[in-house]
T-cell receptor, first 113, second 111 residues
Framework: ETGVTQSPTHLIKTRGQQVTLRCSSQSGHNTVSWYQQALGQGPQFIFQYYREEENGRGNFPPRFSGLQFPNYSSELNVNALELDDSALYLC????????????FGPGTRLTVL | QQPVQSPQAVILREGEDAVINCSSSKALYSVHWYRQKHGEAPVFLMILLKGGEQKGHDKISASFNEKKQQSSLYLTASQLSYSGTYFCGTDYSGGAQKLVFGQGTRLTINP
């Protein structure tokens, strides 16, 4: 069974640039959720994808967007990067079922200068 | 509606017990507990559903008090490997777990 993988591991960008982060879900999982974790804080829900459609969104502006592909992998895109976007971005995969555990990937550390 | 965790930090000696609480002001469908070590991803520990269910494995267990909208995580005879930050993630919808996480409880276990 393959776990959740994310790429890249680290990324440095400058303000105003755009970034794409990638996530491969755990084998057998069909739902991907993205979270932003600032230093010293708990993860914050960005959005979730199921069947290639966004299913719920947290309190993040439209410049945060995503995609899910037929193989359930997913991308997170952030446009017009701001300094406050610097954080660890985590994706978590799960089954589309109520109260089912989510398994997190190792994360992408994004630094915006 | 971020859940509130208490305490914010705990320092124990190996072998001591700890309790971490997670309280919500809104009705919960389920509570998810995770442990995160520095620089690593959160690791799933357990889920508790509304109904006062108690779960456990090894020396870590948890309860869910539906009336109080509170969950507690119990660590018994703590081991050095238990060190890390513990997060509760709350699900208010009963859907596919759009979790709202607490601010975390940092647990340090000393020899």
């Amino acid at each position: 069974e393959t776990g959740v993988t994310q790429s890249p591991t680290h990324l440095i960008k400058t303000r105003g640039q755009q970034v794409t982060l990638r996530c491969s879900s755990q084998s057998g999982h069909n739902t991907v959720s993205w979270y932003q974790q600032a230093l010293g804080q708990g993860p914050q829900f960005i959005f979730q994808y199921y069947r290639e459609e966004e299913n719920g969104r947290g309190n993040f502006p439209p410049r945060f967007s995503g995609l899910q592909f037929p193989n359930y992998s997913s991308e997170l895109n952030v446009n017009a990067l701001e300094l406050d976007d610097s954080a660890l971005y985590l994706c978590a995969s799960s089954l589309w079922l109520a109260a089912h555990e989510q398994f997190f990937g190792p994360g992408t550390r994004l630094t915006v200068l | 509606q971020q859940p509130v965790q208490s305490p914010q930090a705990v320092i124990l000696r190996e072998g001591e017990d700890a309790v971490i609480n997670c309280s919500s002001s809104k009705a919960l469908y389920s509570v998810h507990w995770y442990r995160q070590k520095h620089g690593e991803a959160p690791v799933f520990l357990m889920i508790l559903l509304k109904g006062g269910e108690q779960k456990g494995h090894d020396k870590i267990s948890a309860s869910f008090n539906e009336k109080k909208q509170q969950s507690s995580l119990y660590l018994t005879a703590s081991q050095l490997s238990y060190s890390g930050t513990y997060f509760c993630g709350t699900d208010y919808s009963g859907g596919a777990q759009k979790l709202v996480f607490g601010q975390g409880t940092r647990l340090t276990i000393n020899p």
